[in-house]
């Protein structure tokens, strides 16, 4: 089906331990994102990408690591999960410069991470 | 961004219209207003987004005063599956992918049978 999916959408796993959570879209869209969600604070943007190759730093980036080797796919890693990690992470995307004016994100339906 | 209010919850009765209102005085003439939900355990959705004039689309109506300082998001006919948390963003729009969307508290809209 189109659209943007996360998997897994459950992970329990231990402190120190890698992770990656993946990100695939089928619009072609430009931009993806990663927030977190914890209570008290909303969501917060981790990483943004504008194309294939190029990716930014959000507010809360560290102990996070992000790649884009295809337009589709925006992978997010936490090298050595830590407990503070534990949250709700959404994937986001939206068109590219021709529709900057229509500042639409599409969000993914989220991964819940825990770290023990 | 342009700083909103909106009451923390309301309360909708099945198939009636649910009116849910969004402050922001503050906001500028570059600034658009965009409607967000999240239905429990699930990502944000967008809904509706406009500058000036009141927009329609299938999901909702959108009314934002002359003066710019307020709107109101309109279900014309709420489910049960329209309960969710409803954010009211106010931002530029502009191709700046950093510039990440800020949902506040939001309003907690529960449709009751």
């Known amino acids: 089906d189109a659209g943007i999916t996360q998997s897994p959408r459950y992970k329990i796993t231990e402190t120190g331990r890698q992770v990656t959570l993946m990100c695939h879209q089928t619009?072609?869209?430009?931009?993806m994102f990663w927030y977190r969600q914890d209570l008290g604070h909303g969501l917060r943007l981790i990483y943004y990408?504008?194309?294939?190759?190029?990716?930014d730093k959000g507010e809360v980036p560290d102990g996070y690591v992000v790649s884009r080797s295809k337009t589709e796919n925006f992978p997010l890693t936490l090298e050595s999960a830590t407990r503070s990690q534990t949250s709700v992470y959404f994937c986001?995307?939206?068109?590219?410069?021709?529709?900057?004016?229509?500042?639409?994100?599409?969000f993914g339906p989220g991964t819940r991470l825990t770290v023990l | 961004d342009a700083k909103t209010t909106q009451p923390p919850s309301m309360d909708c009765a099945e198939g009636r219209a649910a009116n849910l209102p969004c402050n922001h005085s503050?906001?500028?003439?570059?600034?658009?207003v965009y409607w967000y939900r999240q239905i429990h355990s699930q990502g944000p959705q967008y809904i509706i987004h406009?500058?000036?004039n009141n927009e329609t689309n299938e999901m909702a109506s959108l009314i934002i005063t002359e003066d710019r300082k307020s709107s109101t998001l309109i279900l014309p006919h709420a489910t049960l599956r329209d309960t969710a948390v409803y954010y009211c963003?106010?931002?530029?729009?502009?191709?700046?992918?950093?510039?990440?969307?800020?949902f506040g508290g939001g309003t907690r809209l529960m449709v009751k049978p």
């Open positions: 963003i106010v931002r530029v729009a502009e191709n700046n992918a950093g510039n990440m969307l800020t």
């Open positions: 406009g500058l000036k």
């Open positions: 619009w072609s869209h430009s931009y």
């Open positions: 990408s504008a194309a294939a190759d190029i990716t």
């Open positions: 986001a995307s939206r068109e590219g410069a021709a529709s900057a004016r229509i500042d639409t994100q599409y």
């Open positions: 503050t906001i500028s003439g570059n600034e658009y």
